[in-house]
């Protein structure tokens, strides 16, 4: 079912141990107190593993997806690791991570698979995201948040509720713990739970409160207490349980900022679609938004302009890496649209390519993600697909082939 492991490059030897050897000197012939031993020798300094990135690739027609491997230190890659459908996310937690198989997934369809990077072609376990009494309606599962070993959030785009898992469960049956209900913060009970981060004890979800498939309302975000599982009140000065209303539309990123007192949550906005669903233009009621976790105060960082002028395009991707700098993605997204990569200035409220590799400007970005070592990392989709490493400090690049096109990345720790 799972064929071998395509590789890019060849895979390290990796030394196992430190080889000593101890020889001893004969000194019978010595007074015992003219014998010194010698000084023992140094206890090397271990070296410091950075992990695996993790990423979720397709096929340039869609026809097709599966993940690959990089390890950081060697920069090698195992690619095309248990094909399955194009429509995939990763998520690393720990010394693990899980493939989300999307909607349009084919045979992976609706369910969370973990991995280990020791065996990164064969899951520990493949579980459903299914409702029991609607296991024809796809949950469509968007992403799955660790909170503890023991307990994680799985995101269902196309249900009303968030799943509570355990994702050290032997069985499917022990997977499925508990729901949080969300389904009252949208209409048509569906409120396509798109993204979610953890900061302060409490698990922060966006909402995109889609309608057919449109952005016709701006996005929420809610809060869940990790300790009760229960919906924070965003809002204690308004009847019920409120969620954080958000001004732009079609919310899609999440990250804490540095200091850990404030979310920014990156929407790109509404699109209006051509008759076959082939392209879109967009509406321009996106935006990068900082929400403070003190008073939930909600500010404007940078806004994505109208029809008439947009300075980068629409926003397409966020990312931050870990001197705090936040990174942004903008342009014609359309599938094999060009876009750029500009660093933001949230202080001041803009952004800029000046500096920036060439790489990456005027080109397809798929991913962006900060990673270890203070590493930017880019998925590019041009005449060679691949990952572009960008050093956060002297912005010098490495990039590295793909057979297939990248759609995220994440990050394995070493332990």
């Known amino acids: 079912m799972y064929p071998s492991r395509g590789r890019s490059a060849p895979l390290p030897i990796h030394a196992s141990g430190l080889l000593a050897a101890l020889l001893l000197a004969a000194c019978s012939e ?25 990423v979720a690739t397709r096929a340039a027609d869609f026809s097709s997806g599966a993940h690959a491997l990089v390890d950081l230190d060697t920069l090698a890659v195992e690619q095309n690791l248990a094909p399955v459908g194009s429509d995939l996310s990763v998520r690393a937690a720990g010394g693990h991570f899980y493939r989300v198989g999307r909607l349009f997934a084919g045979n992976a369809a609706n369910t969370i698979a973990r991995f280990s990077p020791d065996a990164p072609e064969l899951p520990q376990y493949t579980y459903s995201t299914q409702d029991a009494a609607k296991p024809d309606e796809g949950s469509n599962p968007y992403d799955i948040v660790e909170v503890a070993p023991d307990k994680a959030y799985v995101l269902r785009y196309g249900a009303g509720s968030l799943w509570v898992v355990n994702p050290q469960a032997q069985s499917e049956g022990g997977f499925l713990q508990a729901e949080i209900d969300l389904s009252a913060f949208d209409g048509d009970g569906v409120p396509e739970m798109a993204a979610a ?18 952005a016709t309302q701006d996005s929420q975000l809610v809060a869940i207490d990790i300790a009760s599982d229960t919906l924070v009140d965003l809002d204690p000065d308004a ?3 409120n969620s954080i209303e958000l001004p732009a539309r079609n919310a899609s990123e999440i990250v804490v900022a540095e200091g850990g007192d404030a979310l920014y949550v990156l929407a790109v906005g509404g699109r209006d ?29 940078l806004d994505d302009g109208t029809p008439q002028n947009a300075p980068y395009g629409q926003f397409a991707d966020m990312a931050q890496t870990a001197d705090g700098t936040l990174w942004l993605v903008a342009g014609d997204p359309n599938a094999g649209g060009s876009n750029s990569l500009y660093r933001v200035d949230a202080q001041a409220g803009t952004a800029s390519a000046e500096g920036l590799p060439a790489q990456s400007q005027n080109t397809e970005i798929t991913a962006a993600n ?8 880019l998925g590019l989709n041009a005449a060679q697909p691949g990952l572009l490493r960008v050093d956060g400090d002297t912005l010098s690049t490495r990039f590295l082939p793909l057979e297939l096109v990248p759609l995220n990345i994440d990050f394995v720790s070493a332990d």
Do not use: E
């Open 30 to 54: 010595l007074p015992r107190a003219a014998t010194q031993a010698p000084d023992p020798a140094p206890t090397p300094t271990p070296i410091a593993t950075a992990g695996n990135a993790v």
């Open 197 to 214: 981060t953890v900061a302060a004890g409490r698990a922060y979800v966006l909402l995109q409160r889609l309608q057919f498939f449109d």
């Open 239 to 241: 009847p019920g349980v």
């Open 273 to 301: 679609f051509n008759d076959d669903f082939t392209a879109f233009t967009p509406r321009y009621d996106g935006a990068l938004l900082r929400v403070d976790l003190a008073d939930h105060g909600v500010t404007t960082v």
């Open 370 to 377: 900060g990673g270890p070592r203070g590493a930017l990392w």
